[in-house]
């Protein structure tokens, strides 16, 4: 399944987690691990120069300027690659321990951007949901996370944890990106021996709070030929009931698929948004890693990420893994 896996390090605690991951799953799969730090010596040397005309009188000199620019080049370039290599000393010394063959990149640039290149060429990134930036009340997942989530072209394990996989939820809707979800972690579950819980989630809630805004703004001759009280009864008995049904038997046939492979898998049916379900569900099974499909059945032709992917990879506690890439059709 992963035979080329990236990993994003920059010596942040959620990074360590990361690290530690990638190197369970490279050992796991037989895969090939490489290691990327991005470091920021243009955004230094851009500040620094923006600097320049506020500095103090006596190092404005247009010689004194050119020293310390050179100075400065120096430090900044020759001492974040030094830095960079020492970043990168604990991930290749577990490498070497585990027999996991490492590469490893370091680079110039805008972090996302070269992350998300890199993803074309593995076939998973796994990555700190938050960096060295993090913030006291910001969000889950951290800028730079935040963007590779929604862009890389391959699988995307945010890790908060550095816990191995031994107990695995997986959202299914009923989409190919679902079931892909679910082999994935089928194929995590029988390297870790991990248990797996399906869950689904439908909301009736919807269908009943748009007929209730319906009812606000019909008037009695538009409700009359809309037959509305028919068709919120009509919904209220035949279709809710349907929706749940359904999403029953899409876990039925993920539990059917599961148990070709040897592992017992738990169903859980639940209402409300699916995002909502999968947290919720996270914090009662206890489990370690969330996995979900890129793309759900109400997929948008300009979507890099559906919703409720998206808000599981920021929101959930504990990591997840995002399956299929931004544009791919599985």
Request: net charge neutral.
């Amino acid at each position: 399944m992963y035979q080329h896996i990236a990993v994003a390090v920059d010596n942040s605690e959620h990074s360590r987690y990361a690290e530690e991951l990638a190197v369970s799953l490279a050992r796991k799969f037989q895969a090939d691990l490489t290691g990327y730090h991005i470091y920021s010596g243009m955004l230094h040397r851009v500040r620094f120069q923006a600097l320049e005309e506020y500095l103090p009188p006596r190092y404005r000199k247009e010689e004194v300027l050119e020293y310390q620019r050179k100075v400065h080049s120096v430090l900044i370039e020759r001492g974040l690659e030094i830095i960079s290599t020492e970043y990168l000393k604990r991930l290749r010394d577990a490498c070497r321990q585990e027999n996991v063959p490492f590469r490893e990149v370091v680079t110039d640039g805008k972090r996302s951007d070269l992350l998300c290149e890199a993803t074309a060429g593995h076939d998973l990134m796994v990555i700190g949901a938050q960096g060295i930036g993090r913030a006291d009340g910001a969000g889950r997942l951290g800028s730079t996370s935040e963007r590779v989530v929604r862009s890389a072209s391959c699988d995307v394990l945010v890790a908060r944890d550095p816990r191995p996989p031994r107990n695995i939820l997986v959202g299914i809707d009923g989409s190919e990106a679902s079931f892909a979800a679910l082999g994935r972690a089928r194929e995590i579950g029988e390297r870790y021996r991990s248990g797996l819980t399906l869950l689904a989630a439908h909301n009736p809630l919807l269908h009943r709070s748009v007929f209730h805004l319906l009812s606000g703004v019909l008037s009695r001759e538009a409700g009359s030929v809309f037959r509305f009280q028919e068709q919120e009864q009509l919904h209220t008995a035949i279709i809710d009931q349907s929706l749940e049904d359904l999403y029953r038997r899409h876990l039925e046939k993920g539990a059917a698929e599961t148990e070709k492979g040897g592992l017992q898998a738990c169903i859980r049916l639940a209402t409300g948004a699916p995002w909502q379900a999968l947290c919720t569900c996270a914090e009662e099974t206890g489990c370690d890693l969330v996995v979900v499909g890129r793309y759900g059945m109400h997929r948008g032709r300009f979507d890099p990420i559906g919703s409720n992917a998206s808000r599981v990879a920021d929101r959930v506690p504990v990591n997840v893994l995002i399956v299929g890439g931004a544009g791919q059709r599985l």
